[in-house]
């Protein structure tokens, strides 16, 4: 099945600093998904994006389907930012359930 | 429209009970999905259903068993707890279609003693 890799795996920011985040997958994709894992453990959806780009106010994710990786990209960051950013794939013929990479810890600092 | 909603929150079993996880989701979804997360780790799937009155098993099924009671409901069962079932438990559904997105639940957080 389709592999998900996520990295970096940490990440340390200063309030209003940018990062990018990156996810590669193994196979084609009908879904991908970006998620925000909150402190508190909540899952947040942060996009759908199986190809093409979209943004949402300071994010903005890209996905290029036949390359086989997409991109979060966080623009002037803030301490509420912090948590676990998740990749999640899903690819055809499955039944319809995600496959998560390990995902990107970030911290943003005053 | 509550989404998808998870009880209990937070539960502490002594190895070998047994306890029952409840989903329900407003959304009129067809599937739902039982997953996982260990420390460190991305959610892994349990059990999935793809429709009322179908399930099967996905990746991590051994010492759980699931039910689809209804459109609405996807309960999760651990039969004898054991320690190694202690996680941070999510239930999701899927909309199909267009937008093929999958919408989580709160957690319930699971120790096993």
């Known amino acids: 099945g389709i592999q998900v890799e996520q990295s970096p795996p940490d990440l340390i920011l200063q309030e209003g600093a940018n990062s990018t985040l990156r996810c590669n997958f193994s196979?084609?994709?009908?879904?991908l998904q970006w998620f925000h894992q909150n402190p508190w453990g909540q899952l947040i959806n942060l996009f759908y994006?199986?190809?093409g780009t979209k943004q949402n106010g300071r994010l903005s994710a890209t996905t290029v389907a036949t390359e086989r990786y997409s991109l979060l990209y966080i623009s002037s960051s803030q301490t509420t930012d912090s948590g676990v950013y998740f990749c999640?794939?899903?690819?055809?013929?499955?039944?319809?359930?995600?496959?998560f990479g390990k995902g990107t810890k970030l911290s943003v600092k005053p | 429209n509550a989404g998808v909603t998870q009880t209990p929150k937070f539960q502490v079993l002594k190895t070998g009970q047994s306890m029952t996880l409840q989903c329900a989701q407003d959304?009129?979804?067809?599937?739902m999905y039982w997953y996982r997360q260990d420390p460190g780790m991305g959610l892994r799937l349990i059990y999935y259903?793809?429709?009322?009155?179908?399930?099967d098993k996905g990746e991590v099924p051994n010492g759980y068993n699931v039910s689809r009671l209804n459109k609405r409901e996807f309960s999760l069962r651990l039969e004898s707890a054991a320690p190694s079932q202690t996680s941070v438990y999510f239930c999701?559904?899927?909309?199909?279609?267009?937008?093929?997105?999958?919408?989580f639940g709160p957690g319930t957080r699971l120790t096993v003693l």
């Open positions: 999701a559904s899927r909309e199909a279609g267009g937008v093929d997105t999958q919408y």
């Open positions: 196979d084609s994709v009908n879904n």
């Open positions: 994006i199986p190809s």
């Open positions: 999640a794939a899903r690819g055809g013929g499955s039944q319809g359930n995600l496959i």
């Open positions: 959304m009129n979804h067809n599937s």
């Open positions: 259903s793809a429709s009322e009155g179908t399930t």
